[in-house]
T-cell receptor, first 113, second 112 residues
Framework: AQSVTQLGSHVSVSEGALVLLRCNYSSSVPPYLFWYVQYPNQGLQLLLK??????LVKGINGFEAEFKKSETSFHLTKPSAHMSDAAEYFCAVSTYGTYKYIFGTGTRLKVLA | EAQVTQNPRYLITVTGKKLTVTCSQNMNHEYMSWYRQDPGLGLRQIYYSMNVEVTDKGDVPEGYKVSRKEKRNFPLILESPSPNQTSLYFC???????????FGPGTRLLVL
């Protein structure tokens, strides 16, 4: 069965500091992995996705994530946080043939001035 | 404009009064899905549909029904709502089950 674990329901960083949001997954078959962002009072939008083409995936707004099979991780990073990055971030997993989509519990990012 | 629309956006109802939340997409997507979002629990999949007349249960289907009679529409039905169904609901669509999902704006439901 698939599952996703996001460590840290709340993360605070200073503006200009590194952002690191953690995601670990469990899947018996090669997964498709996603990071979505949710701004206040809005739906979710895709930040980036891993579909086995490359282990380092670049997304929008300067975010990137690295797929590490040995660690079953797909952590999200951004070198320098901006105030506009304050939002809730969700990691999700899907696998070919299942059609189920599993989301993590989310990490709320706060950016301090 | 490519989009997923949901109606209503906000709904207050009473226990046991049947309601329907509509969802429509204009991207010709085959896959559609309903989620509920609750604090600390993230998004949990209620039902999904791989194509017209093909639906399946997600992780939390109890108390909900869906139908997919047309490709663009995927309504969520609560036949006898209860207070534990108070939540924020999202509809989403995609080309397939492993593809990027496009989300609607959400429907906030309060069941008294």
């Amino acid at each position: 069965a698939q599952s996703v674990t996001q460590l840290g329901s709340h993360v605070s960083v200073s503006e200009g500091a590194l952002v690191l949001l953690r995601c670990n997954y469990s899947s018996s078959v090669p997964p498709y992995l996603f990071w979505y962002v949710q701004y206040p009072n809005q739906g979710l939008q895709l930040l980036l996705k891993y579909t086995s083409a490359a282990t380092l995936v670049k997304g929008i707004n300067g975010f990137e994530a690295e797929f590490k099979k040995s660690e079953t991780s797909f952590h999200l990073t951004k070198p320098s946080a901006h105030m506009s990055d304050a939002a809730e971030y969700f990691c999700a997993v899907s696998t070919y043939g299942t059609y189920k989509y599993i989301f993590g519990t989310g990490t709320r990012l706060k950016v301090l001035a | 404009e490519a989009q997923v629309t949901q109606n209503p956006r906000y709904l207050i109802t009473v226990t046991g009064k049947k309601l329907t939340v509509t969802c429509s997409q204009n991207m010709n997507h085959e896959y559609m899905s309903w989620y509920r979002q609750d604090p600390g629990l993230g998004l949990r999949q209620i039902y999904y549909s791989m194509n017209v007349e093909v639906t399946d249960k997600g992780d939390v289907p109890e108390g909900y029904k869906v139908s997919r009679k047309e490709k663009r529409n995927f309504p969520l039905i609560l036949e006898s709502p209860s207070p534990n169904q108070t939540s924020l609901y999202f509809c989403a669509s995609s080309l397939g089950g492993k593809e990027t999902q496009y989300f609607g704006p959400g429907t906030r439901l309060l069941v008294l």
